[in-house]
């Protein structure tokens, strides 16, 4: 099920569902820009920014709900694929699920996005969850974050399509 193809007139997203967060709603330093161009001859979201560790901070991120706010049932899946062009660097995929109550709370898997184009794959069993007691339960995804976090580094990532397979 494809969750978002930029390039797809019609796709679930079609890029305009994600926002862009940083670290300055809780006041962090790190800087940011969301903006839906071409990158690498695909059309893409492109994820740009700062990432700075000063006053507690440390992140940039480009998320969005999967059903408008209420759970979704992602049970019956794998994976996530995700095309991706980047800068060599890691960054990772967050989950929230409705057991993630609190800002801090998510599911986590790490990527490193080549300065190529590819098409990862990140099992639905690979994510562990930070500062959440419950276990991951795909059954009840509400919303997916791609991140760059934790080290202070420039972010550059684009995205241009998230599926669940």
Do not use: C
């Given at each position: 099920?494809?969750i978002?193809d ?6 679930l997203?079609g ?8 670290d300055q ?5 790190s ?16 994820l740009?920014?700062?990432?700075r560790?000063?006053n ?29 062009f ?7 995929l967050h989950?929230k699920t409705?057991?993630?109550a609190r800002?801090?709370?998510?599911y986590r898997?790490?990527f ?10 990140l099992p ?21 974050g791609?991140v760059?976090i934790?080290r202070a ?7 241009a399509?998230l599926?669940?397979?």
């Amino acid at each position: 099920m494809v969750i978002d193809d930029v390039a797809a007139e019609g796709a679930l997203g079609g890029g305009a569902a994600w926002r862009l967060f940083t670290d300055q709603v809780m006041g962090g330093v790190s800087a940011g820009s969301l903006t839906l161009e071409v990158v690498a001859g695909r059309p893409a979201l492109h994820l740009r920014g700062g990432v700075r560790l000063e006053n507690n901070g440390g992140f940039v991120q480009m998320a969005r709900d999967v059903a408008h706010g209420k759970a979704f049932d992602a049970s019956g899946f794998e994976a996530f694929e995700l095309d991706v062009f980047g800068n060599g660097e890691t960054y990772g995929l967050h989950l929230k699920t409705a057991d993630t109550a609190r800002p801090w709370q998510s599911y986590r898997q790490n990527f490193t996005a080549e300065p190529r184009w590819q098409r990862l794959r990140l099992p639905l069993a690979g994510f562990a969850p930070h500062r959440v007691e419950a276990p991951f339960d795909p059954s009840r995804l509400r919303r997916i974050g791609l991140v760059a976090i934790g080290r202070a580094f420039y972010a550059d990532v684009a995205l241009a399509r998230l599926a669940l397979v």
